[in-house]
Protein backbone atom coordinates (compact mmCIF):
# COMPACT_ATOMS: atom_id res chain seq x y z
CA UNK A 1 0.00 0.00 0.00
CA UNK A 2 2.81 2.39 0.30
CA UNK A 3 4.68 1.53 -2.58
CA UNK A 4 1.53 2.50 -4.16
CA UNK A 5 1.24 5.74 -2.63
CA UNK A 6 4.13 6.78 -3.10
CA UNK A 7 3.99 6.25 -6.73
CA UNK A 8 1.27 7.87 -7.13
CA UNK A 9 2.69 11.07 -5.13
CA UNK A 10 5.51 10.84 -7.96
CA UNK A 11 3.12 10.90 -10.49
CA UNK A 12 1.50 13.91 -9.22
CA UNK A 13 4.57 15.70 -8.74
CA UNK A 14 5.79 14.77 -12.18
CA UNK A 15 2.14 15.94 -13.78
CA UNK A 16 1.80 18.84 -12.04
CA UNK A 17 5.58 19.98 -12.92
CA UNK A 18 5.32 19.06 -16.18
CA UNK A 19 1.65 21.58 -16.20
CA UNK A 20 4.36 24.35 -14.71
CA UNK A 21 6.74 24.12 -17.33
CA UNK A 22 4.38 24.29 -19.95
CA UNK A 23 2.78 27.49 -18.41
CA UNK A 24 6.15 29.04 -18.06
CA UNK A 25 6.97 28.40 -21.60
CA UNK A 26 3.97 29.75 -22.32
CA UNK A 27 4.39 32.72 -20.24
CA UNK A 28 7.53 33.28 -22.05
CA UNK A 29 6.43 33.20 -25.39
CA UNK A 30 3.86 35.63 -24.45
CA UNK A 31 6.20 37.74 -22.88
CA UNK A 32 8.40 37.74 -26.40
CA UNK A 33 6.09 38.70 -28.23
CA UNK A 34 4.95 41.65 -26.32
CA UNK A 35 8.88 42.34 -26.58
CA UNK A 36 8.47 42.23 -30.17
CA UNK A 37 5.30 44.19 -30.08
CA UNK A 38 6.74 47.43 -28.02
CA UNK A 39 9.99 47.34 -30.16
CA UNK A 40 7.68 47.53 -33.22
CA UNK A 41 6.05 50.75 -31.42
CA UNK A 42 9.23 51.87 -30.30
CA UNK A 43 10.81 52.36 -33.62
CA UNK A 44 7.46 53.39 -35.25
CA UNK A 45 7.99 56.88 -32.41
CA UNK A 46 11.26 57.24 -33.59
CA UNK A 47 10.45 57.23 -37.11
CA UNK A 48 7.61 59.76 -36.40
CA UNK A 49 10.40 61.65 -34.45
CA UNK A 50 13.21 61.61 -36.88
CA UNK A 51 10.61 63.70 -39.39
CA UNK A 52 10.40 66.65 -36.98
CA UNK A 53 12.92 69.58 -37.51
CA UNK A 54 16.05 69.73 -35.71
CA UNK A 55 19.47 68.04 -35.94
CA UNK A 56 19.73 64.68 -35.89
CA UNK A 57 23.19 62.74 -34.64
CA UNK A 58 24.65 59.11 -34.95
CA UNK A 59 27.07 56.64 -35.65
CA UNK A 60 27.82 52.65 -35.85
CA UNK A 61 31.08 51.01 -36.55
CA UNK A 62 32.84 47.78 -36.25
CA UNK A 63 36.45 46.77 -34.63
CA UNK A 64 37.51 43.86 -35.64
CA UNK A 65 41.09 42.43 -34.35
CA UNK A 66 42.86 38.71 -34.63
CA UNK A 67 46.00 38.06 -33.11
CA UNK A 68 48.08 35.54 -32.84
CA UNK A 69 52.29 34.12 -31.92
CA UNK A 70 53.54 31.12 -32.09
CA UNK A 71 56.83 29.64 -30.58
CA UNK A 72 58.23 26.76 -31.81
CA UNK A 73 55.61 25.20 -33.55
CA UNK A 74 57.34 23.33 -36.11
CA UNK A 75 54.20 21.63 -37.99
CA UNK A 76 54.34 24.66 -40.37
CA UNK A 77 56.41 26.66 -41.87
CA UNK A 78 56.98 29.28 -39.81
CA UNK A 79 57.44 27.94 -36.74
CA UNK A 80 58.23 31.07 -34.10
CA UNK A 81 55.86 33.95 -35.68
CA UNK A 82 53.39 36.76 -34.27
CA UNK A 83 50.54 37.86 -36.86
CA UNK A 84 47.55 40.76 -36.18
CA UNK A 85 44.93 42.24 -37.79
CA UNK A 86 43.18 45.20 -36.44
CA UNK A 87 39.93 47.09 -38.31
CA UNK A 88 38.79 49.84 -37.64
CA UNK A 89 34.94 51.41 -39.27
CA UNK A 90 33.14 54.43 -38.45
CA UNK A 91 30.02 55.72 -40.33
CA UNK A 92 28.40 59.12 -38.12
CA UNK A 93 26.01 61.03 -39.66
CA UNK A 94 24.30 64.56 -38.93
CA UNK A 95 21.09 65.69 -40.36
CA UNK A 96 19.20 69.11 -40.31
CA UNK A 97 15.60 68.40 -41.28
CA UNK A 98 13.51 71.79 -41.42
CA UNK A 99 10.11 73.02 -43.17
CA UNK A 100 12.13 74.50 -46.35
CA UNK A 101 15.62 73.08 -46.04
CA UNK A 102 17.44 70.30 -45.08
CA UNK A 103 21.82 69.27 -44.51
CA UNK A 104 22.63 65.92 -44.35
CA UNK A 105 26.03 65.13 -43.79
CA UNK A 106 27.81 61.77 -43.25
CA UNK A 107 31.22 60.37 -43.27
CA UNK A 108 32.40 56.48 -44.08
CA UNK A 109 36.05 55.65 -42.61
CA UNK A 110 37.67 52.19 -42.51
CA UNK A 111 41.23 51.63 -42.09
CA UNK A 112 42.97 48.58 -40.77
CA UNK A 113 46.35 47.02 -40.47
CA UNK A 114 48.01 43.79 -41.07
CA UNK A 115 51.44 42.16 -39.80
CA UNK A 116 53.20 38.70 -40.25
CA UNK A 117 56.20 38.63 -38.23
CA UNK A 118 59.12 35.90 -38.56
CA UNK A 119 61.01 35.95 -35.73
CA UNK A 120 63.42 33.08 -37.81
CA UNK A 121 64.17 35.52 -40.51
CA UNK A 122 65.46 39.22 -39.34
CA UNK A 123 64.75 40.88 -43.17
CA UNK A 124 61.09 40.15 -42.39
CA UNK A 125 58.48 43.03 -41.73
CA UNK A 126 57.86 43.25 -37.67
CA UNK A 127 55.54 46.23 -37.64
CA UNK A 128 52.15 46.96 -38.88
CA UNK A 129 50.94 47.70 -42.11
CA UNK A 130 48.20 49.76 -43.76
CA UNK A 131 45.77 47.48 -45.10
CA UNK A 132 42.61 49.72 -45.93
CA UNK A 133 42.52 52.69 -46.03
CA UNK A 134 39.17 54.56 -46.97
CA UNK A 135 37.67 58.08 -46.06
CA UNK A 136 34.90 59.71 -47.83
CA UNK A 137 32.84 62.95 -46.22
CA UNK A 138 29.62 63.83 -47.96
CA UNK A 139 27.49 66.73 -47.20
CA UNK A 140 23.89 67.55 -49.38
CA UNK A 141 22.00 70.80 -49.08
CA UNK A 142 18.35 71.09 -50.39
CA UNK A 143 15.87 73.87 -50.56
CA UNK A 144 12.74 71.71 -50.45
CA UNK A 145 10.32 72.30 -54.00
CA UNK A 146 7.65 69.41 -51.63
CA UNK A 147 7.88 67.07 -49.15
CA UNK A 148 9.58 64.35 -51.53
CA UNK A 149 11.35 66.66 -54.19
CA UNK A 150 13.89 69.66 -53.43
CA UNK A 151 16.83 71.68 -55.62
CA UNK A 152 20.39 70.45 -54.42
CA UNK A 153 24.24 71.29 -53.53
CA UNK A 154 26.68 68.72 -52.98
CA UNK A 155 30.30 67.89 -52.14
CA UNK A 156 31.82 64.69 -51.94
CA UNK A 157 35.55 64.12 -50.89
CA UNK A 158 37.24 60.97 -51.22
CA UNK A 159 40.92 59.82 -50.47
CA UNK A 160 43.24 57.44 -48.15
CA UNK A 161 44.04 59.01 -44.96
CA UNK A 162 47.26 56.87 -43.31
CA UNK A 163 49.03 56.43 -47.15
CA UNK A 164 48.58 58.66 -50.20
CA UNK A 165 46.86 60.96 -48.43
CA UNK A 166 44.61 63.66 -51.34
CA UNK A 167 46.91 61.08 -53.89
CA UNK A 168 44.67 60.65 -55.51
CA UNK A 169 41.61 62.95 -53.52
CA UNK A 170 38.16 63.22 -55.14
CA UNK A 171 36.19 65.90 -55.16
CA UNK A 172 32.75 66.59 -56.49
CA UNK A 173 30.55 69.83 -56.77
CA UNK A 174 27.68 69.75 -57.87
CA UNK A 175 23.94 71.02 -58.18
CA UNK A 176 20.78 69.58 -59.42
CA UNK A 177 17.65 67.67 -57.24
CA UNK A 178 16.96 65.09 -54.72
CA UNK A 179 14.33 62.87 -54.11
CA UNK A 180 13.40 61.79 -50.88
CA UNK A 181 10.26 58.95 -51.17
CA UNK A 182 10.85 57.65 -47.82
CA UNK A 183 12.38 59.14 -45.08
CA UNK A 184 15.56 56.50 -45.05
CA UNK A 185 16.21 56.92 -48.93
CA UNK A 186 17.72 59.86 -50.20
CA UNK A 187 18.54 59.91 -54.00
CA UNK A 188 20.51 62.54 -55.74
CA UNK A 189 20.57 63.70 -59.21
CA UNK A 190 22.71 66.10 -60.33
CA UNK A 191 23.13 66.51 -63.82
CA UNK A 192 25.68 69.53 -63.45
CA UNK A 193 28.70 68.22 -61.51
CA UNK A 194 32.66 68.70 -61.50
CA UNK A 195 34.54 66.15 -60.42
CA UNK A 196 38.19 67.17 -59.28
CA UNK A 197 41.22 64.65 -59.46
CA UNK A 198 44.29 65.69 -56.95
CA UNK A 199 47.41 63.43 -57.46
CA UNK A 200 51.30 64.09 -56.82
CA UNK A 201 54.32 62.82 -58.55
CA UNK A 202 53.92 60.56 -61.50
CA UNK A 203 50.27 59.82 -60.90
CA UNK A 204 48.21 60.60 -64.38
CA UNK A 205 44.76 61.53 -63.13
CA UNK A 206 41.84 63.97 -65.10
CA UNK A 207 39.14 65.72 -63.97
CA UNK A 208 36.08 66.33 -65.84
CA UNK A 209 32.55 67.18 -65.41
CA UNK A 210 29.96 64.92 -65.64
CA UNK A 211 26.65 63.78 -63.99
CA UNK A 212 26.73 62.55 -60.24
CA UNK A 213 24.21 59.91 -58.37
CA UNK A 214 24.08 59.35 -54.86
CA UNK A 215 21.77 57.12 -53.37
CA UNK A 216 21.86 56.49 -49.33
CA UNK A 217 19.54 54.17 -47.31
CA UNK A 218 19.59 53.98 -43.52
CA UNK A 219 17.09 51.93 -41.66
CA UNK A 220 16.37 50.22 -37.83
CA UNK A 221 14.82 47.36 -38.07
CA UNK A 222 14.98 46.30 -34.05
CA UNK A 223 18.21 45.65 -33.32
CA UNK A 224 19.33 45.61 -36.66
CA UNK A 225 21.28 48.68 -38.27
CA UNK A 226 21.72 49.00 -42.58
CA UNK A 227 23.23 51.64 -44.14
CA UNK A 228 23.82 51.21 -48.23
CA UNK A 229 25.37 54.19 -50.01
CA UNK A 230 26.00 54.20 -53.80
CA UNK A 231 27.86 57.00 -55.23
CA UNK A 232 28.01 57.22 -59.09
CA UNK A 233 30.04 59.76 -61.54
CA UNK A 234 29.32 59.52 -65.50
CA UNK A 235 31.76 62.00 -67.48
CA UNK A 236 30.76 63.62 -70.03
CA UNK A 237 34.39 63.97 -71.47
CA UNK A 238 35.42 60.21 -71.67
CA UNK A 239 34.06 57.15 -70.17
CA UNK A 240 37.34 56.29 -68.49
CA UNK A 241 37.21 59.15 -66.17
CA UNK A 242 33.68 57.77 -65.14
CA UNK A 243 33.45 55.84 -61.66
CA UNK A 244 31.37 54.59 -59.02
CA UNK A 245 31.78 52.74 -55.54
CA UNK A 246 28.97 51.06 -53.31
CA UNK A 247 29.42 50.47 -49.40
CA UNK A 248 27.20 48.57 -47.49
CA UNK A 249 27.09 48.43 -43.61
CA UNK A 250 25.10 45.89 -41.11
CA UNK A 251 25.29 46.67 -37.12
CA UNK A 252 22.93 44.01 -34.79
CA UNK A 253 23.09 44.71 -31.29
CA UNK A 254 23.55 42.30 -28.83
CA UNK A 255 24.15 43.84 -25.87
CA UNK A 256 24.11 47.94 -25.08
CA UNK A 257 25.23 48.78 -27.62
CA UNK A 258 27.84 45.98 -28.72
CA UNK A 259 27.11 43.67 -31.31
CA UNK A 260 27.95 42.24 -34.32
CA UNK A 261 29.22 44.64 -37.87
CA UNK A 262 29.49 43.71 -41.27
CA UNK A 263 30.57 45.76 -44.00
CA UNK A 264 31.46 45.03 -47.54
CA UNK A 265 32.49 47.60 -50.49
CA UNK A 266 32.94 47.56 -54.38
CA UNK A 267 34.38 50.24 -56.41
CA UNK A 268 34.96 50.46 -60.67
CA UNK A 269 37.47 53.49 -61.22
CA UNK A 270 39.70 52.38 -64.39
CA UNK A 271 41.76 55.94 -63.54
CA UNK A 272 43.04 54.08 -60.25
CA UNK A 273 43.66 50.63 -62.07
CA UNK A 274 45.63 52.33 -64.83
CA UNK A 275 47.67 54.33 -61.86
CA UNK A 276 48.41 51.39 -60.07
CA UNK A 277 49.70 49.40 -63.06
CA UNK A 278 51.87 51.97 -64.78
CA UNK A 279 53.85 51.45 -61.63
CA UNK A 280 55.50 48.20 -62.84
CA UNK A 281 54.35 48.56 -66.79
CA UNK A 282 54.84 51.74 -68.61
CA UNK A 283 53.41 49.95 -71.99
CA UNK A 284 49.72 50.33 -70.02
CA UNK A 285 47.17 52.35 -71.48
CA UNK A 286 44.15 53.44 -69.73
CA UNK A 287 41.78 52.10 -72.60
CA UNK A 288 43.83 48.15 -72.09
CA UNK A 289 44.45 48.20 -68.53
CA UNK A 290 42.90 45.31 -66.78
CA UNK A 291 39.82 47.12 -64.57
CA UNK A 292 38.87 44.51 -62.42
CA UNK A 293 36.30 45.69 -59.85
CA UNK A 294 37.39 46.36 -56.47
CA UNK A 295 36.22 44.64 -53.51
CA UNK A 296 36.49 45.26 -49.92
CA UNK A 297 34.85 43.16 -46.54
CA UNK A 298 35.11 43.39 -42.76
CA UNK A 299 33.64 41.81 -39.66
CA UNK A 300 33.53 42.08 -36.14
CA UNK A 301 32.81 43.36 -33.28
CA UNK A 302 30.04 46.84 -33.28
CA UNK A 303 29.11 50.02 -31.15
CA UNK A 304 26.31 51.65 -31.97
CA UNK A 305 26.91 55.54 -30.56
Known sequence: MKRILTICILLVATVSFSQTKEELKDLKSEKQDSIKALQGKVNALQSQIDKFPGWHYGAFGTIGANLSEFSNWYAQGSPNNSAGNVTITINPYAKLNQETFFWYSNANINLSWVKFDDKDDDTDESDYRQATDIFTLTSLYGY????????????????????????????DLGVGVTWTPISELVVVIHPLNYNFVFSDGSSDYESSLGAKIVADYSKSFGKLKVKSNLSMFQSYKDTDYSNWTWTNALGYEVW?????????????NRQEAYNYAIISDDTTTLDNVDNDLQTYWTFGLSYAF
Open 256 to 268: KGIGLGFEFGLRD
Open 144 to 171: KFNEKLAGSALVEYRTTLLNNFNDPGYL
